[in-house]
Each structure stands twice: as structure tokens, then as C-alpha cells.
């Protein structure tokens, strides 16, 4: 198997991610601190035109699944006209499996999903992203205008991420749009038949990295 087989990217099974795609995890770090801004303006999120997809799938094999969860409640701060910070809530209850027809496994997916195993959604119904720093930086070949960095918290761990994302401030309102990007989900301990953990089967095999496209959009 050659390099890049090694690198495809998701989480399936029990949450399998989309098979065959080349997006890495983005890097973590410790997390950093949020500016106060107390002079910026708050726009609040449109939950009925935000969207949070995840993808993913086994590392070795074609298993693969697409889903959403909601945003629970969310704003961004706005200084002259730009975007310099924001805080969105994720109501991890409302994980959603789109292409698996059969009612009964769609349940089987998704309740797994929510359980220790993966999110510990009863223990960590919630989880966190919020904006540490906004840069002006295109990227010609993602098609993106900046890099947002900020705390992800999940399971209770936080870790500062950073991912290229396209900003738009105007006066129909705010819109962060990110193009897939992957975190690995063993850095907030979800390590159910991950690469750490001894013993598992190739086949069996659950990338470590998860797969996230984010659409976020708020009124001015």
C-alpha cells in the first residue's frame, strides 16, 4: 500500500467518513486565549442557514457515511466590518446519518454515535468552537480568503485548530463557509477501534481523523 492509501482520511462504522477522500487533519495545540474585543459588535447565527456536515469512513476498507449536526446557538463579533471573533454552540444530540436508508441501522449508527464509545453525548451533550484569531490569508488552491483559528472543545478536551475558510461581512449579514477539513478525533479521546488501540482487526480499522465542512451564517 502506498503512502497517500495511508493517509485517507475518516471515521466509520460506527461513524465512517467518506472513503477515498486526501484531506489531512488540520494540526492541534494547546488552546489559546480569546481576545475580549470589547468594543466589537455581535451578530447572531442563523441556525435555519448554518449547517455542521461530518464525513467519514474505515481506513482500509469502501465503509463510509455523511451526516449533520446542529448548531445550538451561536454569534461573531464584528470590528469595522470584519470578522474577528465568534463562539457557536453544537448540540451533539442532534447527530444525523444521511445515506443509510434502513431505519433500524440508521438508529443502531447513530445511537453508537452518542455513546462512550464515540461522543459520550450524555456526559458532553454540547460542543464548543470559539474563534481565537482571524487572518486575511487566500488560498488559490482551496479557493479561501482566510485562516480561522480557535478552541474546539469536545468530550470536555479543548484544542486550538486552524483551517482555511472563505469570510464574507456585508450588509445581508455574516457567512464563514470551510471547506472539508479533518481534526483527529483521538486528540479528544473518541478512540473506539482507532489506530491506537491494540488489537483491532485491519478491516475493522477506524481512521482516526474525522472530516467537517462548516457553513455558518448570522444577521447583522
Given at each position: 500500500m502506498n503512502i497517500k492509501s495511508?493517509?485517507?482520511?475518516?471515521?466509520?462504522?460506527a461513524i465512517a467518513w467518506s472513503c477515498g477522500s486526501n484531506t489531512e487533519a488540520v494540526e492541534t495545540s494547546e488552546a489559546q486565549e480569546?481576545?475580549?474585543?470589547?468594543?466589537a459588535t455581535n451578530a447572531s447565527v442563523d441556525l435555519n442557514a448554518s449547517t455542521l456536515q461530518w464525513k467519514g469512513?474505515?481506513?482500509?476498507?469502501n465503509d463510509s457515511h455523511t451526516g449533520t449536526i446542529a448548531i445550538q446557538e451561536g454569534e461573531f463579533k464584528l470590528e469595522e466590518g470584519k470578522l474577528v471573533g465568534g463562539r457557536f454552540v453544537i448540540d451533539m444530540n442532534s447527530i444525523v446519518c444521511k445515506d443509510l436508508e434502513d431505519e433500524t441501522y440508521n438508529a443502531k449508527l447513530v445511537n453508537h454515535l452518542k455513546s462512550d464509545?464515540?461522543?459520550a453525548v450524555d456526559?458532553?451533550?454540547t460542543a464548543v468552537f470559539e474563534i481565537?484569531?482571524?487572518v486575511e490569508e487566500a488560498n488559490m488552491e482551496k479557493g479561501t480568503t482566510h485562516i480561522i483559528s480557535g478552541n474546539l472543545t469536545i468530550r470536555g478536551i479543548t484544542k486550538n485548530i486552524s483551517f482555511p475558510a472563505n469570510v464574507t461581512?456585508?450588509?445581508n449579514g455574516v457567512s464563514l463557509s470551510a471547506p472539508e477539513f479533518g481534526i483527529n478525533r483521538t486528540q479528544f479521546n473518541v478512540m473506539f477501534r482507532s489506530s491506537g488501540?491494540?488489537?483491532v482487526l485491519k478491516d475493522q480499522l477506524i481512521d482516526d481523523n474525522l472530516l467537517l465542512t462548516i457553513n455558518v451564517n448570522g444577521n447583522i
Open positions: 495511508v493517509f485517507l482520511f475518516a471515521f466509520s462504522a480569546v481576545p475580549a474585543y470589547l468594543s469512513f474505515k481506513t482500509y476498507t464509545d464515540f461522543f456526559s458532553f451533550p481565537t484569531n482571524v461581512v456585508d450588509k488501540i491494540a488489537g
